[in-house]
């Protein structure tokens, strides 16, 4: 993990950059993908929501959840994934997916630039490291 600076100008510019959030993205789905079969079951996207921890910790302390409220949490973020409702999320769906909820981050964060604590092989870290590659060109 590494603190790094980042707003939504950063993110918009990533995921408008084509080739590098498309390679990044087939990547991503490739490595979630365990049985090779060209799409991400509910227990393959599991393992990478849970592997967040996004629900299970507060500003980085472990809290205790409610374990059907986090069934409820991430049931509902598959079925956001999984567009067409046929149980399983494609590489198009997990793209367009993706692509809104960085879009909202980018919204989020707005023109101001925060300080982010990130994992290094996040969607986000891969935006900073592509916008300093620019910076230094």
Do not use: C, W
Not at 3 to 24: H, K, W
Not at 62 to 67: E, G, L, M, Q, T
Request: charged share 30%; proline share 1%.
């Amino acid at each position: 993990m590494s603190v790094e600076l980042l707003d939504g100008a950063t993110i918009e510019s990533f995921v408008e950059d084509e080739e590098a959030f498309n390679g990044l993205i087939h990547d991503r789905f490739s490595n979630l993908d365990t049985n090779h079969d060209g799409f991400l079951s509910y227990s393959e996207i599991l393992k990478e929501f849970q592997s967040m921890r996004v629900f299970e910790t507060h500003f980085g302390i472990d809290v205790k959840r409610d374990p059907d409220e986090l069934a409820h949490v991430y049931d509902s973020l598959f079925e956001k994934f999984d567009h067409d409702a046929n149980g399983a999320v494609d590489l198009e769906e997990f793209k367009m997916e993706t692509k809104r909820m960085m879009l909202a981050m980018a919204n989020g964060l707005g023109f101001l630039p925060v300080q982010m604590l990130l994992e290094e092989d996040s969607f986000l870290k891969k935006a900073v490291e592509r916008e300093a590659m620019k910076m230094n060109a």
